[in-house]
């Protein structure tokens, strides 16, 4: 069964840092490429990043481009997302998702399998 799971998030300060994890179980994530997206209180979820499955190409929107770089792993199975100069506007749940393509999108019904979301909050 596919399962990817977040984790890294939690409570920073503005201009501080912090690395999410997408670790997956049950499939072999070389084979996927792996989305980033999140969700603030009242808003819809919109795609940040993403990182192709076999080229490696990368995404980023324009809200977090230049500040957080995503990276892949293949030996652990895990993608990265780092996050660096946070801003209080980032607080949101970061989910990753993952699809069968090697091609970046940032549309969620792009992607076929997500993961529960971990929240990162950039407060004072």
């Known amino acids: 069964q596919l399962q990817l799971v977040e984790s890294g998030g939690g409570l920073v300060q503005p201009g501080g840092s912090l690395r999410l994890s997408c670790a997956a179980s049950g499939f072999t994530l070389d084979a996927y490429s792996i989305g980033w997206f999140r969700q603030a209180p009242g808003k819809e979820r919109e795609g940040i990043s993403c990182?192709?499955?076999?080229?490696?190409?990368?995404y980023y929107a324009d809200s977090v481009k230049g500040r957080f770089t995503v990276s892949r792993d293949n030996a652990k199975n895990t993608v990265y997302l780092q996050m660096n100069s946070l801003r209080p506007e980032d607080t949101a749940v970061y989910y990753c998702?993952?699809?069968?393509?090697?091609?970046?999108?940032?549309?969620?019904?792009?992607?076929?399998?997500w993961g529960p979301g971990t929240q990162v909050t950039v407060s004072s």
């Open positions: 998702a993952a699809y069968p393509h090697n091609s970046c999108s940032s549309y969620e019904s792009t992607f076929d399998s």
């Open positions: 990182i192709s499955s076999r080229d490696g190409n990368t």
